[in-house]
């Protein structure tokens, strides 16, 4: 019998306009459960709450951190075991390109330095043969959260119809900006297309019932994110179409991976554009093509984009938003909700809070104690929360052989 790895986070943002309530308890009920009915170790369970400032903070660094040391360290025939409560985002298109239209699925840690659905998939890629590594996302968004797992039950990756794009009337285009830029040195005007992604904050408005008690959901509105980026970093020009840009500037090399590559690629379109080359800038967002002149400028480019330059990107479209990549089979993941859809956290009459994902699962699994597959699991957890008047549709996405395995081990 191989060893029992886990990896818990929790997220309340506790003093934020985000706050929320049952996540904490989630980890706790989760680790509870492990030990008693799995016969985890607790030395092997790895938490990290932002529930006081007294240990290892949820962080976008920290989680990115424990996930590869839980990876790191398995070996052929060991069980994983990742449990997130809290957040989820979606992170529109950035690139400037037609056919860049999707979204990149993201989770959001305490310090909103986001880990992207394609950072899950290239981590279970690296997992041992003959190893499994189930996660279980109780956060909104979170049906495409392994990039391209194959989807057992659900339907998130439907293919959803693309939204009108918004144009901005401000600026006249990177040629002008060149232009203006070497006339007087920052003062500039660029177009700034605005992400034809609309609606983001009509997830707040998404709340699903529970009697007596009170529920909001986990998803994280873009423009709410915005916010408590700009509190986090102290920046007040964040917008849509600078959002890679600053969680690259103000993180570095402990951004995702993939925002490293999406500056990488962009640092190409930019040097393409100066050599007047076709494409290149034309559309690009006015905030980067202004980082990267002023980092030519003052020749520091390659200690500035250091992180991103040191990342292999064989195309461009590798860096699109909800980009489609090959599916690694050795992943798991039980999802709160489908792409499209929130998570529910909920308090009762009673004061008792949780996540409704993560309190299916605990009901579930105390009433049965023989094993339970990954599909039985995410089936009764729909009917479960169906009976109690939830929307959320969970969701399994995995190979077809971990279909019918017992959840975990």
Known sequence: MGRKLALLVGINYPGTKAELKGCHNDVDRMQQCLVDRFGFDEEDINVLV?????????????IRHALAQLVGDASPGDFLFFHYSGHGTRLPSETGQDDDTGYDECIVPSDMNLITDQDFRDLVMKVPDGCIFTIVSDSCHSGGLLDQAKEQIGNSYQTQPREPEEQSESGSGFRSFLKETARDVFETHIRHGKSQHGGEDQDEADEQPTGDGHTKNRSLPL????????????????????IRLTLFNVFGEDSSPKIKKFMKVMLGKFHEGGSGEQGGLMGMVG??????????????????????LEQNVDSVEEVYAGTKSWAPNNGILISGCQTNQTSADATTAQGSSFGALSNAIQTILAGKHGKVTNKDLVMKARESLAKQGYTQQPGLYCSDENVHVAFIC
């Open 50 to 62: 932002d529930r006081d400032s007294s240990g290892p903070q949820p962080t976008g660094a920290n």
């Open 287 to 308: 905030a980067l093509a202004h980082e990267f002149l002023k980092a030519k400028l003052e020749g520091n480019e390659e200690e500035t984009f250091k992180p991103a």
């Open 223 to 242: 423009s709410t994110f915005i916010e408590m980026l700009k509190d986090q970093t102290g920046k007040d020009d964040i917008e849509e179409g600078s």
